[in-house]
């Protein structure tokens, strides 16, 4: 049953739900809709957070009602999301926007030009791309507006509006970016300490940009091969892993195929899985046996079902006839519909495990693996798995933590067209009070990949 389960987390579940162009319905209709489908609610909004949750769903109405443009409007939506914290709850954004023309008079350019570096407005450029004036401009939720006056990208012409910032209280903006022609959302920090426009890209023109710090890589011949085995010493092997996804499992596959005979005879095994994140379980059971010494708790997750969630599963199985193994799928939908007529309980997707292999291989005896921020979903299931052996230690830093809540629906919602992706499982993990979504899984020994010899330091630590 978990099998089927994990091949679930490549997959999403969509419904189409229309809504009229009114920013005040069409976000009541969002936090309606995922108040009685999100299974992250339950746990996100509890009698202790219940008056935050109110007053910020308090203010984001009262701001929906006064607002025109769509794309602001889906701002406060993406601001209703970030209120869960949930790497899984994501908006997507289907229309083009309209651009925007500002022409800004000669006197209100110089006083620009004249701006404090501590200011927010000003001149600003990006390389030798585009030069724009960042301007104080009230409109609807925008605070500044990001007008070009230079552009070599010839899509972009002076006077038209690249970005805008949204005040977002403080010294925090929410930056509206339609640089690539659609919408993308992002959040900065301007003060005297952090400039966040530079972070992403933007800087006072005149200034320098330093050249940003580069990790240094493990070896100096590093392959380009995504999947690569290296002997590192006598003793010691080297797997580098870059993705757990199930479509890329065979060229990993072959790589630990060639260098079984390596795999098995090392007293030490480094594996590398930095940057990897979605995926499936095949690779993990392909390694287990390298990395077995006792049985190894695996936790199940329960579905929250509603019928809203039930009916878009159901749809999912009729898709995969003849893709999954029948057996598989009716066993799925047979769980799915023990929800039938239920609004917001949670029905077990199969029980809790202990996964028992044979005996323990003596070698390696020792196995190192390395994990950093962008770790997330199935490899991050992987390190559960992984650090319950007596054989692994964890080197790097924290992982992503995007775990608890998986299997994402897409619920669509039409004029304009946006669709939000939210899950529908939860780990077990999370009452019991293991969950890692924010926090990640914890290396035992730090690392700063920015540091030449971050790599002798894993061998050494074995």
């Known amino acids: 049953m978990k099998a089927i389960t994990v091949l679930l987390l490549l997959l999403c579940n969509t419904i189409a739900y229309a809504q009229e162009c ?49 794309t602001h409007c889906l701002l406060l939506v993406n601001r209703y999301l970030r209120f869960f914290k949930d790497q899984h709850l994501a908006l997507h954004i289907g229309y083009t926007p309209v651009k925007e023309k500002i022409t800004l008079p000669p006197p209100q350019l110089s006083q620009l030009q004249q701006q404090p570096i501590t200011a927010v407005a000003g001149i600003y450029q990006a390389d030798s791309l585009y030069k724009i004036a960042l301007v104080k401009n009230a409109r609807g939720l925008r605070s500044y507006a990001a007008v070009v006056l230079e552009s070599a990208v010839p899509d972009w012409q002076p006077g038209d509006v690249i970005f805008e910032l949204a005040a977002s209280g403080g010294d925090k903006f929410d930056v509206i970016s ?78 630990l195929n060639a260098n079984d005979e390596y795999l098995r005879k090392n007293t030490n095994l480094v594996i590398d899985v930095r940057g990897s994140g979605p995926g499936a379980d095949k690779l993990t059971e392909r390694l287990r046996p390298l990395l077995y010494t006792q049985p190894v708790r695996i936790i199940g997750a329960d579905f929250y079902a509603t019928p809203d969630n039930i009916k878009s599963w159901s749809h999912l199985l009729d898709e995969q006839a003849g893709k999954l193994p029948e057996e598989y799928v009716e066993q799925l939908r047979n769980l799915i519909h023990q929800g039938d007529g239920l609004q ?10 202990n996964m028992i292999l044979p005996s323990p291989l003596p070698v390696p005896a020792k196995i190192g693996i390395i994990i950093n921020g962008r770790n997330s979903s199935t490899t991050e299931q992987f390190l ?47 009452p019991a009070g293991q969950g890692i979504d924010n926090k990640g899984i914890q290396p035992e020994v730090k690392l700063d990949f920015y540091h030449p010899g971050w790599m002798a330091s894993v061998v050494k630590s074995l």
């Not at 590093?222 to 003793?235: E, G």
Request: some cysteine; glycine content about 6%; charged content about 25%.
């Open 178 to 255: 339609y640089q690539h022609h659609r919408v993308d959302f992002d959040t900065v920090t301007i003060n005297k300490q952090r400039d966040g426009l530079s972070v992403m890209g933007w800087q006072r023109a005149g200034t320098h940009r330093p050249a940003p710090l580069q990790e240094a890589p493990a070896f100096e011949d590093v392959p380009a091969a995504a999947f690569f085995f290296r002997q590192m010493n006598d003793s010691t092997g080297y797997l580098r892993i870059s993705s757990f996804d199930a479509a890329e499992y065979y060229l990993a596959d072959s790589v």
């Open 344 to 353: 917001g309980r949670l029905v077990s997707m199969g029980p809790d495990e």
């Open 22 to 70: 009114d920013c005040r319905k069409k976000f009541d209709s969002v936090q309606v809709y995922l108040r009685k489908n999100y299974v992250g609610f339950i746990d996100k909004v509890t009698p202790a957070s219940q008056q935050a949750y109110l007053t910020m769903v308090g203010k984001l109405q009262l701001q929906a009602a006064t607002i025109k443009g769509a």
């Open 384 to 430: 559960l798995e992984a650090t319950q052996s007596k054989k692994v230690k964890v080197f790097g830093m924290p992982s992503m933590g995007a775990l608890d809540y998986a299997n994402v629906n897409v619920v669509k919602f039409t004029g304009p067209d946006f669709s939000i992706d939210y899950p529908v499982t939860r780990s077990r993990r999370v």
